[in-house]
């Protein structure tokens, strides 16, 4: 079975604009976490999505968004870049949320440059 | 707030030998998840092991084995026979257990190297 998939591997923006990020989850997983991992540090939660409603947030701004699709697939959003918001983008998946048995599968992740 | 803190930046371990990696977490909860990943320079977070807090036993897979201390808060990591394919980041994670225990907290990581 696929893992998590994540698109695209890199991208370079310059600042004040927009990206949208995207992952698909392990086929059978409903919910979508999102990640922020600043380099040379471990990953910061920004949201968590269950049957396509937003079950957790981060301590991130309001540029942040996402969404969750009918086939469980998830979309980060980011506004209004800034050169702090280069880091690599994490996904992860599982098959449910709120349960804590539930392991989160990581994807490789989509590394965002800001210039 | 749960807290997760690696206090080890970087170590490294010859080939074969036996390397620990230090974590302390700090959380007012009694019932959650301890997690070591490994990220290699592939950037994919791959779960290591996993150790539930009502749960006294160590956890161990293979060549992975933890020290968990729940009064003292600590869950260290054991690397036995250390093999070059160990080699990478090291996070120490924790996840309450009840609630909307949806979120991973990280510690800032360990680098290991191992030597040949």
């Known amino acids: 079975d696929a893992g998590v998939t994540q698109s695209p591997t890199h991208l370079i923006k310059t600042r004040g604009q927009q990206v949208t990020l995207r992952c698909s989850p392990i086929?059978?997983?409903?919910?979508v976490s999102w990640y922020q991992q600043v380099l040379g540090q471990g990953p910061q939660f920004i949201f968590q999505?269950?049957?396509?409603?937003?079950?957790g947030r981060g301590n991130f701004p309001d540029r942040f968004s996402a969404r969750q699709f009918p086939n469980y697939s998830s979309e980060l959003n980011v506004n209004a870049l800034l050169l702090g918001d280069s880091a690599l983008y994490l996904c992860?998946?599982?098959?449910?949320?709120?349960?804590?048995?539930?392991?989160?599968?990581f994807g490789p992740g989509t590394r965002l440059t800001v210039t | 707030a749960q807290t997760v803190t690696q206090s080890q930046p970087e170590m490294s371990v010859q080939e074969a030998e036996t390397v620990t990696l230090s974590c302390t977490y700090d959380?007012?909860?009694?019932?959650?998840?301890l997690f070591w990943y490994k990220q290699p320079p592939s950037r994919q977070m791959i779960l290591v092991i996993r150790?539930?807090?009502?749960?006294?036993q160590n956890a161990t897979e293979n060549r992975f084995s933890v020290n968990f201390q729940k009064a003292a808060k600590s869950f260290s990591l054991k690397i036995s026979d250390s093999q070059l394919g160990d080699a990478a980041m090291y996070f120490c994670?924790?996840?309450?257990?009840?609630?909307?225990?949806?979120?991973?907290?990280f510690g800032k990581g360990t680098l290991l190297t191992v030597n040949p």
């Open positions: 994670a924790y996840r309450n257990r009840g609630g909307s225990n949806y979120k991973l907290t």
């Open positions: 959380t007012s909860e009694s019932d959650y998840y």
């Open positions: 086929s059978g997983h409903k919910s």
């Open positions: 992860a998946s599982s098959l449910a949320a709120g349960q804590g048995r539930y392991e989160q599968y």
């Open positions: 150790q539930e807090a009502y749960k006294q």
């Open positions: 999505y269950y049957e396509k409603e937003e079950r």
